[in-house]
């Protein structure tokens, strides 16, 4: 049971709501997320079957807003002929467009275990991600990075293909202090989920520290990554609150309603909404 918290104004920054919507809980989230003074949502597409659902969903309520693309581990045969789809969403009459390209990247995480050729793998999803970056050049619009085991190659992508930096942002920022000095050097951004509440994310905590409160983004990433105390549950956006009430306790020292308020500001700009 959430209280409503008035004059918060939280931003979750990247959702995954389809199976909300499936299970017919999409209402309850949202209300959940109000209370908890989360007021927008941005829900990121992972596959082709998102794209419509999303848009709807953000044609419908207030508040809501999308991001379309192909995640690399949704990639199939069929990701290119999909693709040529993609442009029609920001055609200047369409209704609801999307706010950023995304979630896109390389995941290397499970190279060791693919039964494919892992070259062939590589392949399919660095062309996958370049055509996106390109789209995403033509509309001029944001890219929502996934990068997992792969941050040195997606940086190296982002550079090939001419990518704005000050669009880019990696979501889930789990690479080092290195990395992330360079994204920023480069004018990107990182934004940060509940694994910063873990007791063993002690690197994330000072990329996130290093970045600064200027630029700094939260996210839920739900269903995944549900924060301390609730990790193992399913993540919702309303526990976007426990993650920035941490950041700004024990990271940036800082009272809670100015981190909202940073942090929302920031997204905000950043997506244009």
Wanted: charged fraction near 25%; include cysteine.
């Amino acid at each position: 049971m959430y209280i409503r918290i008035m004059n918060v104004g939280l931003i979750d920054t990247h959702a995954h709501l389809d199976r909300f919507i499936t299970n017919g809980e999409i209402s309850k989230l949202l209300s959940d997320a109000r209370a908890a003074g989360v007021e927008k949502i941005i829900t990121q597409s992972a596959s082709f079957d998102d794209w419509t659902k999303y848009k709807d969903l953000a044609s419908t309520h207030e508040n809501i807003y999308w991001t379309v693309g192909l995640h690399p581990e949704d990639i199939t045969q069929y990701s290119s002929l999909q693709l040529d789809a993609l442009g029609s969403f920001f055609a200047e009459d369409a209704p609801a467009r999307p706010v950023a390209i995304g979630e896109i990247g390389l995941d290397f995480f499970r190279k060791d275990s693919w039964t494919e050729n892992p070259d062939d793998v590589v392949m399919r999803q660095s062309e996958i991600f370049e055509k996106q970056l390109y789209f995403a050049k033509q509309f001029g619009c944001p890219v929502v990075i996934h990068a997992r085991s792969a941050n040195r190659e997606c940086l190296d992508t982002l550079r090939r293909v001419g990518m704005d930096f000050s669009k880019v942002v990696f979501h889930c920022f789990s690479g080092s202090l290195s990395e992330l000095d360079e994204l920023v050097s480069e004018g990107g951004r990182a934004s940060f989920t509940g694994i910063i509440t873990y007791k063993n994310a002690s690197e994330m905590r000072e990329c996130m520290l290093a970045q600064g409160v200027e630029r700094v983004m939260f996210e839920t990433d739900c269903p995944y990554l549900s924060p301390e105390p609730l990790r193992g549950s399913v993540n919702v956006p309303a526990n976007l609150r426990l993650t920035v009430e941490y950041a700004a306790r024990e990271v940036f020292k800082i009272p809670f309603e100015e981190l909202a308020r940073i942090s929302s500001a920031n997204a905000e700009e950043f997506f244009g909404i």
